[in-house]
């Protein structure tokens, strides 16, 4: 039994091996292709040799029969010869020439006999030592030719002899004759019909032998076609097939389906590999079981955490309403006794002309006290993000006196020097209340954190297309490592920092913002810009600039 487990130890699929299952036993694919591909390597061979082999003895049996066609050419060569060696030693004989003259006249035909003969001695013996491996039969009916050829050579000795006698009469010489020619031509036919039959047996060779080639031939052909029929059918195809399944397991796995469970039959690389993809199959269904269980445990925190937040936006509603609430009734409580307040100063200035400046006094600033309500107001609306502004061309150097006229008897009282400085003739496009409180707030923040450096500077200076409205103190400054985050509400200059709340830089930054404009931080102040010898802070207030409406007042009002 053979298991697969996780790593819980749970069992993810089981497959029964054992001796009982014959294909069950290991064996190695990359053997068993190797063994086919080496069966096909050497019927391939076992082809080639035999075609090889085949090729050799038809080549040797033409080379046979190409000597045999050699030899009988000599022989009708030698016949050549024999005719005209009668021809000649014919007319020598009845011309009666001489012995002597005889011999010199048959001389050349003689000695070209003599040359085929000693070519044909060579081709039999040739002939003898290469039909040795075909048996005795075969050598001595080779060896009969050359018995032949001594026969015929003994002839033409015999007829030389004749006509060399210088005493023979011509009909002894014509005897001669014709004993050599009716005794040569048999031997010479008799040789030749031996070559012949050996040429023919020789081509019957050939043709035996290249039936047996093509049969050869055909019988290989059939034995590779069925071993490759059996190699591909009992092992190329059978594995093609589980290479299928592979592959559908696969595209099952692709598709989240791991209800996966291959056939583990036979432990080869295949096997194996069915093995692991069931392993891997179970172990991502068991993954997926558990993200499936993790998902629906966010989902449920989710859904806890949702009602959870819509309930405490709606907390959160109802303290905003209840803040709106708290301004509105704050602002309206206090609206009605400065309204009294104002009609009362007013009436003291007419009732009592003495005090008249005292009244003026109450006035004028019961009539800041009210702006301040509006301011917050303001500062409510910009709580909730709906920081309403109502822009419109603002002269810089009006802002500022404004200002300084507002925070100037808090000045006097921290002992702050205040200065001023203002190009003319600069116009921005701004809510002017808003900008106001921002330069007075950023002015009562030297003031908090300033005091003891002495001296507060207020200015407005033209940089290109842009106003620069500056504040700058003779203080401590901030450090360079908290300049990134003073600007974020309820953040402080440092830890030692206990006055105010944190959030006039952070309020001037936003109304910044939202005149298009920005807020930028300066600590230390440069030496040769420095008020003193403290490192200091200097606050930017960039804008830009505008054309002045000629219909709007110069000064920014009460």
């Known amino acids: ?101 005889r011999r010199d006249r048959v001389q050349p035909v003689v000695e070209n006999m003599r040359r085929t003969f000693a070519l044909l001695d060579s081709d039999n013996a040739r002939a003898v030592a290469e039909v040795e491996a075909l048996g005795l039969e075969q050598q001595s009916r080779h060896a009969t030719q050359s018995l032949l050829l001594a026969r015929m050579r003994a002839q033409l000795d015999a007829v030389l002899r004749g006509l060399s006698d210088a005493e023979g009469s011509a009909e002894v010489l014509r005897a001669h004759l014709n ?16 070559e012949g039959i050996f040429r023919g047996e020789t081509l019957a060779g050939i043709a035996r032998l290249r039936g047996q080639l093509s049969l050869a031939a055909l019988v290989m052909a059939g034995g590779a076609v069925a071993l490759a029929i059996a190699f591909y059918t009992g092992l190329i195809h059978p594995q093609f097939r589980r290479l299928d399944r ?87 409580e206090l609206r009605t006794p400065l309204t009294v307040i104002l009609v009362e100063a007013q009436i003291g200035q007419q009732a009592a002309p003495e005090a008249a400046e005292a009244f003026a006094t109450i006035e004028t600033r ?53 200065s001023e ?49 500056e504040v700058r103190d003779n203080g401590p400054g901030i450090a360079e490592d908290r300049q990134d985050t003073v600007l974020r509400r309820f953040a402080r200059g440092s830890a030692s920092q206990a006055e105010g709340f944190g959030i006039g830089l952070s309020l001037a930054a936003w109304v910044a913002e939202a005149h298009g404009g920005r807020l930028a931080l300066r600590s230390p102040v440069p030496r040769g810009e420095a008020l003193g010898s403290a490192p200091g802070l200097a606050v930017s207030l960039r804008l830009a600039l505008a054309e002045r409406d000629p219909g709007s007042p110069q000064g920014t009002g009460p």
């Open 246 to 332: 592979l592959r559908d397991a696969a595209r099952r796995i692709g598709q989240e389906d791991f209800a996966i469970a291959l056939p583990v039959t036979r432990l080869d690389e295949i096997g194996l590999l069915y093995a692991e993809i069931n392993r891997m199959a179970a172990a991502l269904g068991a993954r997926q079981e558990g993200v499936q269980q993790d998902r629906a445990r966010l989902n449920e925190t989710i859904a806890q955490q949702t009602a959870e937040l819509r309930a405490a936006n709606a907390a959160l509603e109802r303290i905003d309403a209840n803040r709106r609430r708290f301004f509105a009734d704050v602002s309206h």
């Open 1 to 101: 039994m053979l298991q697969v487990r996780n790593a819980q130890g749970r069992r993810l699929f089981s497959a029964q091996i054992g001796p009982w299952c014959p294909v069950a036993r290991q064996h190695s694919l990359r053997r068993r292709l190797a063994a086919g591909a080496a069966a096909l390597t050497l019927g391939t061979l076992v082809t080639a040799l035999v075609l090889f082999l085949g090729m050799t003895r038809v080549a040797e049996r033409l080379d046979s029969a190409l000597a045999a066609e050699a030899r009988m050419a000599r022989y009708s060569m030698l016949s050549t010869q024999v005719s005209s060696f009668l021809v000649i030693a014919t007319e020598a004989v009845q011309t009666g020439l001489p012995a002597s003259e």
């Open 179 to 194: 004993s050599f020619a009716s005794t040569f031509d048999p031997l010479l036919n008799q040789a030749v019909n031996a």
């Open 421 to 469: 400085e203002a190009a003319p003739g600069l116009c921005v496009m701004a809510d002017a209340n808003w900008l106001r409180q921002v330069l007075a707030g950023l002015v009562r923040n030297a003031i908090r954190h300033a005091r003891a450096g002495g001296w507060v500077r207020l200015s407005v200076r033209q940089d290109g297309a842009e106003a620069v409205f």
């Open 366 to 418: 019961a009539a800041r006290l009210n702006r301040r309500i509006d301011d917050l107001l303001r500062v409510a609306r910009s709580d909730s993000g709906e920081l309403g502004l109502d822009p419109a061309p603002v002269g810089a150097a009006e802002v500022l006196r404004d200002v300084l006229e507002e925070v100037r008897a808090e000045c006097d009282n921290a002992g702050l020097a205040l």
